[in-house]
Every structure is written in C-alpha cells, then in structure tokens.
C-alpha cells in the first residue's frame, strides 16, 4: 500500500518528501546493504577490543602495564572484571549516530519514522555484538559446521557457548555496569551539556545560536530502547545460568525507571507525537529475547539428556512465536 496516515506537520522530515516510490526503494535497499557492510566489519573491531582488553591479553601483549596493574589490587580487580564490558559499550555507543544517518539516507519521511527505524537497526546490531560476540569470537565456525551438518545439535552448541565462564562473567559484569555506572550517570547529561560547552566557546555568535543552544534536549527513542531491550534479553538469557544476574537486571530496571521519569519530566522535550509507534516494535524484540531464551533452554535440557523437557519446549517455541505475531497483528 502507497497510502499511509499523514504524521503531524512538526513531524515531516521535508527534504526526503519529493523522492518516488522507485526511488525510496532504491535508497532502501542501498541501506540494506551498508547495514550488512557495517555489520560485518563492525565484529572485527567489538571482538579484537573486547579480546585484546582481558588481563590475559594484557599480559601477553604488554607485560610492563600488566606490572603495574599488578601493583594496585583494586585496579587489577577492575581491569578484569569491567574493562571488556566498557570497551564493548564505549563502542557501541558510537552507533546510533551512523546508524540515524543511514536512516535519513533511506528516505524516512518523519522524524518519528527515523526513531523506529533507528530503534530496529540500532536493537539489531546490539544483539549480535554483544549475545553473539564470544560465539563469533570462539566457536563460529563450529556453529556454521553444525547448522550445515547437523541442525539439530545448534541448541546445544549455543548453550555449551553461553555457558562458558568467560562468557558468564562477562555478560554479569555488563549488566552491572550498566545497573550502577552508565544508567546513574545519565543524570549529569554529559552528551548534551559537554557539545553545548565546546558551542559555547567557539561557535556561538548571535542571540538565535544561543537560544538554539540552550533548547532543551530532545529524547530519541530510537537509541534509548535498544539499551533496555537488551539488557532485558541478556538478563533473560542468564537467568539460569547465572542467577545473579537477575539481582542486577531489576536493579537496572529500578534505577532506569528512576532516570528516566526524572529526564522525561524535567529535561526531554518532545515536538511532536509518534502516536507510541516505538511500543511494537519494542514487544517484538522481547518475543524475540523469549524465543531465544527458549531455544537455549531447549539446547540445556538436552545436554543435561532431559529428554521430555527438552521435546516440551518445541510447542512452547512455536506457542511463544504465534501469540507474538497474533498479539502484534491485533494490537
């Protein structure tokens, strides 16, 4: 269908209104493929960081600094347990600036349109860089072997994978550095008020500028969302494996909910309604996060040759994937 509801005229993204359906096409599917460039290449540098950033790695590459991290027991101690997750983060967080620019390139014709579709790509390449990144990391190849082989044994390739010591402590120090570092210190702002700090001091020349400059910040859901569905598909996946990391999942979710309530009262300004277009396609993600956290059930049970478990969970896959398409159809 060519014909879609009109959005409001503060939320018209006018230059891209004079493309053709050809030409929306086109810049689609030219977006389809730098999202698979990026994708690809983007592994290389999240694996190499986050590998090359372990104590061991340190060790082995430059034993003087391993020395003196040595000499301090609390900074030894975070090295290894948080340094990963940070540079994984770090870089991550560069992406919702591309990955924006990419959907203005394919011709989203309201800003709210530009959020969704942000909040799927930006989502999209968040679960694979961060669930996926020990199994490309270690045992990707096997996986590819597996699936053409044998698909069957997948389920339990992907859980021997998770279950993995690195791979457990990494994703509990994620979560905590998320719960207790990254969420709390959104409240001082630092993306807004350090660019508007550098404007001020050179770019700043008329009284618009400094009425523009001082505007309050606008929330864009599309790079906010992804965050906290991941969070949520990452506690969920560990919730067994690792039952801590449910402790520091609500704990994250409390202090989110803290944060953002205060930043949507008093600092985020919204021009324009996106009538909650952003809530489907976040329930979407969370069905996939479940079916995901099935499917590794179902690769646990077999290890553990719990074989009635392990065939129960095939109709409960297939239940959890029918509701949410039921669910998202009707609502």
């Known amino acids: 269908c060519l014909t879609t509801p009109a959005p409001e005229p503060r939320d018209i993204v006018w230059s891209n209104m004079t493309y053709s359906p050809g030409e929306l096409k086109f810049r689609e599917f030219f977006v389809m493929g730098l999202m698979a460039l990026l994708l690809l290449f983007w592994l290389v540098p999240v694996s190499a960081l986050s590998a090359l950033l ?128 990254i969420m709390p210190l959104q409240l001082l702002n630092l993306g807004v008020v350090l660019p508007k700090m550098f404007y001020r001091m050179f770019l700043i020349r008329t009284p618009r500028d400094f009425a523009e400059l001082n505007a309050p910040p606008m929330v864009n859901y599309g790079a906010v969302y992804p965050q906290a569905i991941l969070v949520f598909v990452v506690t969920l996946l560990y919730s067994v494996i690792q039952p801590l990391i449910l402790v520091f999942g609500a704990i994250y979710f409390g202090v989110a909910y803290v944060v953002y309530k205060y930043k ?39 290890l553990k040759k719990k074989l009635i478990f392990t065939f129960l969970m095939a109709p409960l896959i297939a239940f959890t994937i029918y509701w949410g398409w039921t669910t998202d159809r009707d609502f």
């Open 264 to 302: 949507l009262l008093f600092v985020f300004y919204k021009p324009y309604e996106s009538r909650g277009q952003a809530w489907p396609i976040t329930f979407n993600r969370c069905i996939w996060g479940i079916v995901l956290f099935q499917i590794l059930m179902t690769g646990i049970f077999g």
């Open 54 to 181: 372990s104590y061991e790695e340190i060790k082995k590459v430059m034993p003087w600094l391993a020395e003196l991290i040595d000499k301090n027991e609390l900074i030894r101690s975070l090295v290894q347990t948080f340094l990963p997750s940070l540079a994984v983060i770090t870089l991550n967080a560069t992406l919702p600036f591309l990955l924006e620019a990419f959907c203005y390139i394919e011709g989203q014709r309201a800003r709210s349109w530009v959020e969704n579709s942000l909040l799927k790509k930006y989502f999209l390449f968040l679960l694979i860089n961060v669930v996926f990144i020990f199994l490309l990391a270690s045992t990707y190849w096997n996986l590819l072997r597996d699936l053409a082989n044998s698909p069957a044994t997948v389920p339990q390739k992907l859980a021997i994978a998770l279950q993995r010591g690195s791979a457990k402590h990494f994703f509990l120090n994620y979560v905590v550095l998320q719960a207790f570092g």
